[in-house]
T-cell receptor
Framework: DGGITQSPKYLFRKEGQNVTLSCEQN?????MYWYRQDPGQGLRLIYY???????QKGDIAEGYSVSREKKESFPLTVTSAQKNPTAFYLC?????????????FGAGTRLSVL | RKEVEQDPGPFNVPEGATVAFNCTYS??????FFWYRQDCRKEPKLLMS?????NEDGRFTAQLNRASQYISLLIRDSKLSDSATYLC???????????WGAGTKLIIKP
C-alpha cells in the first residue's frame, strides 16, 4: 500500500528540547513538504525539498530544520528556538512530473509543549 | 504577497440543499487550482482539481474565473457526510509551492 507515514501521531516537547518528526513515503515522489497548521488557519509552509540533498525554506522556517538524505525520508526537527511549537504538523509529497503538482498528505503529528 | 482568501463560515445548511463557496487568489499567473477537504483533526485530502472550463464530479462542481481571480465550489443535494472544512489551494508560479486558504467550514444538518 503506497502512502506517506508520519510518526509519532502525538508528541510532547519540554522547554528547551529539540524534537524530530518523522515523514516517510513509498510513492517514489521527488518533492516533499512540511506544513504547520494552527487552529482555524490554513497550512503554512515550513520547508520543502525537490530532490535528495537539497531543500528550501518556506514562509515560516525559523526555529525548524530538515534533512533529505534519502528520497523516501524528510524528517523535521523542531528546535528550542521555536518558541511557539504547539500545532498540527503535516508532511506532503508530490511527483515533480505531475504538471498539476497535486500534494498527498500523511496523517499528521500533533505537537504540544509540556 | 501570497494570498488565498476564503469565507471561514461556518455555513449551516440543511441536508439536501445546495451550497456554494468562493475563494479569491492574489497571483494572476497561477495555473493550478484545487479544492481539498479536511475533516476535524485529520489531514487534507484532494476533493477535485479545478479546470479552466469548469468541471464536475458527481454532486460537486468547480468553476474558475480568471478575470476576477476566484474559484468556486458548488455542492448539490448535500449529505451529512459532506460536513467538513473545504480548503482552496492555488499554485505559486515558478516553484513547487501551493498556497492554502484557511478553509470554509460546512455543517450539514439533518
Amino acid at each position: 500500500d503506497g502512502g506517506i507515514t508520519q510518526s509519532p501521531k502525538y508528541l510532547f516537547r519540554k522547554e528547551g528540547q529539540n524534537v524530530t518528526l518523522s515523514c516517510e513515503q513509498n510513492l517514489n515522489h521527488d518533492a516533499m513538504y512540511w506544513y504547520r497548521q494552527d487552529p482555524g488557519q490554513g497550512l503554512r509552509l515550513i520547508y520543502y525539498s525537490q530532490i535528495v540533498n537539497d531543500f528550501q525554506k518556506g514562509d515560516i522556517a525559523e526555529g525548524y530544520s530538515v534533512s533529505r538524505e534519502k528520497k523516501e525520508s524528510f524528517p523535521l526537527t523542531v528546535t528550542s528556538a521555536q518558541k511557539n511549537p504547539t500545532a498540527f504538523y503535516l508532511c506532503a509529497s508530490t511527483n515533480r512530473g505531475d504538471l498539476e503538482n497535486i500534494q498527498y498528505f500523511g496523517a499528521g503529528t500533533r505537537l504540544s509543549v509540556l | 504577497r501570497k494570498e488565498v482568501e476564503q469565507d471561514p463560515g461556518p455555513f449551516n445548511v440543511p441536508e439536501g440543499a445546495t451550497v456554494a463557496f468562493n475563494c479569491t487568489y492574489s497571483n494572476s499567473a497561477s495555473q493550478s487550482f484545487f479544492w481539498y477537504r479536511q475533516d476535524c483533526r485529520k489531514e487534507p485530502k484532494l476533493l477535485m482539481s479545478v479546470y479552466s472550463s469548469g468541471n464536475e464530479d458527481g454532486r460537486f462542481t468547480a468553476q474558475l474565473n480568471r478575470a476576477s481571480q476566484y474559484i468556486s465550489l458548488l455542492i448539490r443535494d448535500s449529505k451529512l457526510s459532506d460536513s467538513a472544512t473545504y480548503l482552496c489551494v492555488v499554485n505559486w508560479p515558478g516553484n513547487y509551492q501551493l498556497i492554502w486558504g484557511a478553509g470554509t467550514k460546512l455543517i450539514i444538518k439533518p
